[in-house]
């Protein structure tokens, strides 16, 4: 993947892109999406690709924000627990917003 984002866009992508084996929870998995069995961050339903990051630090990020970079949706997600879920992908908002609301159901 290739940055060409500035600014604040530029801290964001840099959390998504760290490929660390953190688990995300299943039940924040969209329906139709299956993992890459050679990057566990990473979602598929075929024709869509969407990544996850879970940051353990307190960004003070309260409500979720999301743009769009290139072809791809950066989504930004508070948790209850102070952590912050990134979501990142060719995922517009109107397959994300189902998905956002089901992680604050589950979480």
């Known amino acids: 993947m290739r940055s060409k984002y500035n ?3 530029d801290s964001y992508y840099a959390i998504q892109c760290t490929h660390s084996s953190q688990q995300i929870s299943k039940n924040w998995i969209p ?6 069995p050679t990057n566990p961050n990473q ?3 075929g024709r869509n690709n969407l990544f996850f990051h879970l940051e353990n630090k307190q960004l003070g990020i309260k ?4 743009f769009k970079a290139n072809n791809n949706w950066i989504y930004l997600i508070p948790l209850q627990d102070g952590k912050l879920l990134t979501a990142y992908g060719d995922i517009p908002p109107s397959v994300a917003n189902p998905m956002i609301q089901s992680i604050y159901q589950r979480n």
């Open 7 to 9: 600014g604040a866009y």
């Open 31 to 36: 329906v139709g999406f299956s993992v890459n």
């Open 43 to 45: 979602y598929s339903n």
């Open 63 to 66: 409500k979720v924000k999301y």
